[in-house]
């Protein structure tokens, strides 16, 4: 097995025992280390943009006015590597679902593929490889080498102009208050006296004249896995106290090669539903709704007082304290059947929050806080506990029966799911977690299909399948015999008669 390196990084928040004194002279670093990062991330984007070079921590600044030293100023540059590198990533995964939705020949579309996964967004010129086709129609490429047309070169151009645009914006990294110090500013120390407690050495604008700021260790944070890293973050709040978080590194766990494969689904009552049957966390969506009242009352007044939101305090902390909540209860429920089962993988759809009865402002910030939640919690739980994950396209997986694929809007009516070709019942959202599962079985991932593309596909199977076509069963389907297929049946409880769910206990709290 590949020897792996420890990639898994977490901060953890230690309490800090600093003077007003102290505190003061950390501080005064923050304006400009702020003015630093701006300087560097222009001459990063410079390069990046003209040069069509990548991002690099290691390359040689151009001077610029700062009280800052040259070690922090590494600092500088590493924090603005690592923030540009991750806007690149995700404007990547943005383009990527651009060229999968467009008509563009397919040729092109493995061309611009490429260069984006190459990063060559900005590339005067780029090589590619010789496409070559199996029989089957898979597309391979050869070790070949050919210059890359410079209208696609110009397409990704204007591809990634458009999601800078509108997508997802270069951040603002300047305006941060969270300067992340490596060892060579921030050297962390172990206390002589007491045995857990840990010094960190912060140097200031003052050369030869560090900090030393105590931190008191906790449990949860000697116990937590990983080598303890050199390097802190230190957050500057509005008030001016300092919030210092140390890192530990691990080695990631391998991924899982027994246990189960799991699939959810957002529910319409519950957060989750599992393809078992199961529905957990009944309180979020009683307690979202009570919520979206008083933020409807909250962001009315405002807008009749003509106060943006985005100013306004009250309505930030409104959003931050559902985000915390939603955060919480996706964490809980996820450990939770981490408990129960043993899982292998998760599959997911990707994340589409359907619940009805909730204002549209109110589903947004739900889809934002939901999707960034799971997403990490799904992250951690791979690095962790080597748990992997699935994602199926959620398109239709509300509509197609889970038992022989006929896909109709009819075969959902709110809370109940009815086939109208088998005549299969289930509740509804656990009709969607086995559909993805379903898909996740079969192989469809298809996630940067459209819509469009997927019924097709959807009811291409069905008619191979069956014989019949869409339009064959929906002209039929008033003579169409119900079969009564045994189904899960949720109790009152929310759990499904499935034994390996009773049998453990599973519970989950009443609304
Ligand atoms: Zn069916």
Known sequence: ?????????????????????????????????QMACKTVQAQQMRVFVQDGEKFWNRRGLQPFQTRLSERYKRSVQNQVVMGLSSWLELSKTAIRSIIAKSSLPSEVKADLWWLNRSGAHYAKEATLPAWEYLPNGTRLATPERRAAPQETLDLLRAIMKHVRKHQVNVPKLWQSRTMMLDGTVAQVERSKTTEHDLWV???????????????????????????????????????????????????????????????????LRSTFATDFGDQLGRSLYPWLRQIDKQLTSLTSELQRKRIPLKSNGRYQRFQQRIRDYVKNEINRIINRLLRIYDIKSITVESLDFRNGGLSRRMNRILSRAGRAAIQSKLASIAETRGVTTHKVNPAYTSQQCSGCGYT?????????????????????????????AMRRSH??????????????????????RWGLSFSDVKEAHCRTKERRGKTLRPTTDGLACAPSAQQTGLMDELP
Request: glycine content about 6%; some cysteine.
């Open 443 to 464: 192989g469809h991932v298809d996630l940067y299909v459209s819509r469009q593309a997927i019924l097709q596909r959807l009811d291409g199977e069905f008619e191979n």
């Open 201 to 267: 050495r912060v140097s200031t604008l003052e050369k030869g004249s560090p900090v030393w700021v105590p931190l008191k260790t906790n449990r949860f944070f000697n116990e937590a896995a990983g080598e303890l890293s050199n390097f802190a973050q230190v957050s500057i709040l509005d008030d001016n106290s300092i919030k210092v978080r140390l890192v530990k590194k691990s080695v990631p766990a391998p991924a899982k090669t027994d246990g189960i494969d799991i699939s959810l689904d957002w529910g």
């Open 1 to 33: 097995m590949a020897k792996s390196k420890p990639s898994v990084a977490r901060s953890y928040l230690l309490v800090h025992k600093a003077n007003a004194a102290k505190i003061n002279k950390i501080t005064s670093v923050l304006t400009e280390f």
């Open 408 to 436: 109709a809007k009819n075969n959902r009516n709110n809370l109940h799911f009815k086939c109208r070709f088998c005549g299969k019942r289930l509740n509804a959202d656990t009709s969607g977690s086995r559909t993805i």
